[in-house]
């Protein structure tokens, strides 16, 4: 390893700028040499270990690649610029390269809310345990139970975007039991929806329900599945650490992971705000399926395309 020994004290110089005069004296060349030689260095260091006896070797890389990694991973004053920035551009390319858990956390939503749904059919008590009494006598009566958000609108509006929020939050925070609560919410997110659609069709409520989910659940649902990607991905840097230390891929994902769920913030606030003002009422459906279309192609527009085409200056 003696020919890495060149980056490794190219490394440590920045470094010692950065911590004598910070890191915004860095120019943009020597922000991405640090980035690059950080990474090489960690690749020297996952290398290194698997030699018992380079031990000494292994220390020093490993302060090394601490301090860089203080710098290389640390926070950016937020502004409207680099939240649009995000947003546009760095969080497609995030769910892009984070695509596979986003598909598992969908298909296990899928696959419980057919399961619901298969249950509520052969056993149609299930269905009325499910959901409780008050819920079940209301669905007897062929009325909504969200007809009575009609009357505290605003009221309404901020207390189910805080509920949304509390609900991706601790499908998220769930990864951190090794990804088996993020399993129960996603498992119980789904059931609930295949229970209550049963439920519906059998009342024949289906128009009604999904008229009423169509607007706000075209950005509350994939919310939901991004929030349950981003526990699975933190529950898979707890189990599967890989070359990296525990406490390291725990970090790595714990930073993925939040990014991921944060996204979904502001999905929330516009789903609440649709759920509150537009789905309860009694506006067409056809708007409101057609509000829900638009909503959810450019989501999907947003999540494919976003960040491909960002030009790089210097």
């Not at 390893?1 to 890191?23: I, P, T």
């Not at 249950?119 to 819920?135: E, K, N, Q, S």
Request: glycine share 8%.
């Amino acid at each position: 390893m003696d020919y890495r020994k060149d980056n490794w004290n190219r490394l440590d110089a920045l470094l010692r700028q950065s911590e004598a005069s910070g890191v915004r004296t860095l120019s943009p060349a020597e922000l991405r040499e640090l980035g690059l030689l950080y990474r090489q260095t960690a690749a020297d260091l996952s290398t290194v270990r698997a030699d018992r006896t380079s031990r000494t070797l292994e220390q020093y890389l490993n302060r090394l690649v601490g301090r860089a990694h203080n710098f290389v991973y640390s926070g950016k004053r937020i502004s409207a610029l680099t939240l649009w920035s995000f947003l546009a551009h760095g969080y497609p390319r995030l769910l892009r390269r984070l695509s596979g858990y986003i598909y598992l956390a969908t298909a296990i939503t899928l696959v419980t809310a057919i399961l619901g749904a298969l249950i509520t059919l052969i056993r149609p008590d299930f269905g009325a345990l499910y959901v409780g009494a008050d819920m079940m006598d209301t669905i007897n009566q062929h009325k909504m139970w969200t007809d009575t958000i009609l009357s505290v609108k605003p009221a309404a509006a901020s207390g189910i975007m805080t509920n949304n929020i509390m609900v991706c939050f601790l499908t998220f925070a769930g990864g951190i039991t090794a990804g088996l609560f993020t399993l129960f919410e996603l498992y119980n997110n789904g059931m609930m929806l295949g229970v209550i659609a049963t439920l519906c069709a059998q009342h024949h409520m289906s128009l009604s329900l999904w008229s009423f989910i169509a607007s706000h659940g075209a950005l509350e649902l994939p919310s939901i599945m991004l929030a349950g990607a981003a526990g699975l991905r933190l529950g898979a840097g707890i189990l599967f650490p890989g070359l990296l230390r525990r406490r390291e891929s725990i970090a790595v994902a714990g930073a993925e992971a939040v990014q991921l769920v944060a996204g979904t913030i502001p999905l929330l606030i516009i789903a609440g705000t649709l759920e509150a003002f537009l789905s309860p009422t009694h506006e067409p459906a056809a708007l409101k399926f057609s509000v829900g279309a638009f909503l959810f192609i450019a989501l999907m527009f947003w999540f494919t395309e976003g960040g491909r085409r960002t030009v790089v200056t210097e």
